[in-house]
C-alpha cells in the first residue's frame, strides 16, 4: 500500500462526526440554531432559543462545536442543542 494512500486512511479514521440534535452532520462553517435558552456561565447572559450560531468550528470532541457570538469569547456549545440551518 502506498504511504499516501495509507495517510489517507489514517486521517479519515481520526476524523470525528458531530451532528447536531436532530441527526444532521455538522462541518467547520455551518450556521446552527439553538433549540434551547442556555445560560452562558461566567459571562452572565442567556443565548435565547432561536438564536443563529454563524460559522461553527469542531473540536476534537463529538460532543462539542466551538463557537463565536458578540460579546461572549471562547462560547462552546453541545452539540444537542443545536440544529443545523
Known sequence: MPA???ATRRAEA??????DAVGNVLADGDQ???IKDL???GAGQTLRRGTLIKSIRLTGDPQEIDCRYDGIK?????AEFVRKR
Open 74 to 78: 471562547g462560547l462552546v456549545l453541545r
Open 32 to 34: 446552527v440554531t439553538l
Open 14 to 19: 481520526e476524523r470525528v462526526e458531530v451532528r
Open 4 to 6: 499516501a494512500e495509507l
Open 39 to 41: 445560560e452562558v456561565k
